[in-house]
């Protein structure tokens, strides 16, 4: 286990109700394709596939909200992938999760599909919207 697959798991924890294990981000930080970006109190995990890339996953300490790190990280990881010749980007969001809606919507999201019933929550399973975005070089 690295100690970044460590401190990423660790982070993650405390952004999310459902967060997942160690193992996973170590999974994920071996493979070439994924790409990770990280700030003192947040990170960004994304996937780039030839030239459309993913945000897996994105989290802020709670204690350390709305003080423009999400959308820090989201600028600087689109600017990397567009550099490495991704052209869209995409993501997927629960229906519920009025922050993360808002960043995105913020930062130039928008809808391109739903996935219905994708997120599991204790009163039944709700939708996931897919978002996208243009990547564009400076
Ligand atoms: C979603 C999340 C990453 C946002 O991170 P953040 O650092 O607080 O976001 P920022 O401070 O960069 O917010 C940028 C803009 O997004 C919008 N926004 C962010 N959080 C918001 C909230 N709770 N309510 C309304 N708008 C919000 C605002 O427009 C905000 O700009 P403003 O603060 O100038 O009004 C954070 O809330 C988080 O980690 N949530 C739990 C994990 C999660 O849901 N990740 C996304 C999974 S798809």
Same mark, same amino acid.
């Given at each position: 286990m ?8 660790? @982070? ?8 997942? *294990? ?9 493979? *070439? ?5 990280a ?18 996953? @994105?989290?802020?300490? *709670? ?9 820090g ?15 869209? @980007? ?31 929550? *204790? ?5 996931a919207?897919? @978002? ?7």
């Amino acid at each position: 286990m690295t100690e970044l697959a460590v401190a990423l798991a660790r @982070l993650h924890a405390r952004a999310f109700a459902d967060p997942w *294990p160690e193992d996973a981000f170590a999974q994920l930080l071996a493979q *070439p394709t994924t790409r990770v970006h990280a700030a003192p109190h947040g990170f960004i995990l994304t996937r780039l596939t030839v030239d459309e890339a993913e945000i897996l996953t @994105l989290a802020v300490d *709670p204690e350390r909200r709305r003080a423009g790190i999400g959308r820090g990280l989201i600028d600087e990881a689109a600017a990397a992938l567009a550099a490495e010749g991704a052209t869209r @980007l995409f993501l997927e969001v629960a229906v519920d999760n009025v922050a993360a809606r808002a960043l995105y919507a913020a930062t130039g999201f928008a809808e391109a599909g739903v996935r219905r019933g994708y997120y599991a929550r *204790p009163g039944g399973a709700i939708d996931a919207l897919v @978002l996208s975005r243009e990547l564009k070089l400076p």
